[in-house]
């Protein structure tokens, strides 16, 4: 039972940053003068291990 629990827990810890995403913030404007961030950010979803 401690072997499988050892194993979920690995699982797990490996499943996290596979799930991370890279955000380019601004996509091909970048950050920059004259780019609408609120509406970049719209319909986006932000997790921890996400990288901007």
Do not use: E
């Given at each position: 039972m401690a072997a499988l629990v050892?194993?979920?827990?690995?699982?797990?810890l490996l499943i996290?940053?596979?799930s991370a995403t890279d955000?380019?913030?601004g996509?091909?404007?970048g950050w920059t003068l004259?780019?609408?961030y609120n509406n970049w950010v719209a319909?986006?979803?932000f997790k921890v291990?996400?990288?901007l």
């Open positions: 050892k194993l979920v827990a690995l699982a797990f996290v940053p596979i955000y380019t913030v996509d091909a404007s004259g780019v609408d319909g986006k979803t291990g996400d990288r």
